[in-house]
């Protein structure tokens, strides 16, 4: 089974205390997402392999180390991954961005998917797959049907704050997908919202509902 990481980083969690809290405005909501996104994505490429080569400085030659060629594909689930993207991008510029479009029916919260675009070398790249909420799992699991049914091997999944709910789901459903969070909450409420949470993360990002 694969690995749930929960990162108790000093930032990640001196920044998720600030977004969570109401009073933080969506200029400062957007900024602290990205941020959060990019000191996720130092975890996820933590195991990234190094390759040894040679380049001369101003003053001589120096054996160093760099990422070997890795292939990386950044998918947000819409709307809200797209909030994180950017940051992940900043660490991983060359990462390939595919979108998955899912929106949660309020009744009976199905996740229901409207959009796809990925790119074709899906199964040679690593997947960065990410969704700020991690409540029942259901747009979490569909995202990755989605992408394993288009030949995607590697998986990982970037949340910010996830449900037990929805932890326990994703991994019953795909248990070699790891999972990356900057927190773990209580639970879910009666409308499927993680409890304490931050709220609705699309609406907090983009100001509609
Ligand atoms: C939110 C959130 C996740 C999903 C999590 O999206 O961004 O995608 O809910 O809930 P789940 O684990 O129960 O599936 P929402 O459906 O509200 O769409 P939005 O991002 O377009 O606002
Ligand atoms: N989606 C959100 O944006 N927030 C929640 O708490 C649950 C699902």
Same mark, same amino acid.
């Given at each position: ?28 909501? #957007? ?21 040894? *080569? ?79 909420? @991690? ?14 049914? #288009? ?6 999944? *970037? ?38 949470? @931050? ?5 907090? @990002?983009?100001?509609?509902?």
């Amino acid at each position: 089974m694969a690995e749930v990481h929960v990162i108790e980083h000093p930032l990640i969690q001196h920044k998720l205390a600030m977004i969570r809290d109401r009073q933080t405005g969506p200029k400062e909501f #957007r900024e602290l997402m990205e941020e959060l996104a990019m000191l996720l994505a130092y975890e996820v490429t933590r195991e990234f392999p190094l390759e040894e *080569m040679e380049i001369e400085t101003p003053i001589g030659h120096a054996r160093v180390r760099m990422v070997s060629g890795k292939k990386v594909a950044v998918i947000p689930i819409l709307r809200a991954g797209l909030g994180m993207t950017a940051g992940i991008l900043r660490l991983l510029p060359t990462a390939k961005v595919g979108h998955i479009g899912v929106y949660r029916d309020p009744e009976p919260l199905r996740p229901v998917a409207y959009y796809c675009k990925l790119p074709p070398d899906l199964p040679d790249r690593e997947i960065i797959l990410v969704d700020p909420m @991690l409540a029942t799992g259901g747009s979490a699991v569909a995202g990755i049907d989605f992408l394993k049914e #288009r030949g995607a091997n590697v998986i990982k999944l *970037m949340s910010l704050i996830a449900a037990p709910e929805g932890i326990a789901r994703v991994r019953e459903r795909h248990p070699d997908v790891e999972i990356y969070l900057a927190a773990v909450d209580e639970r879910l409420d009666e409308h499927g919202y993680i409890i304490p949470g @931050l709220g609705d993360a699309g609406d907090r @990002l983009f100001g509609t509902r």
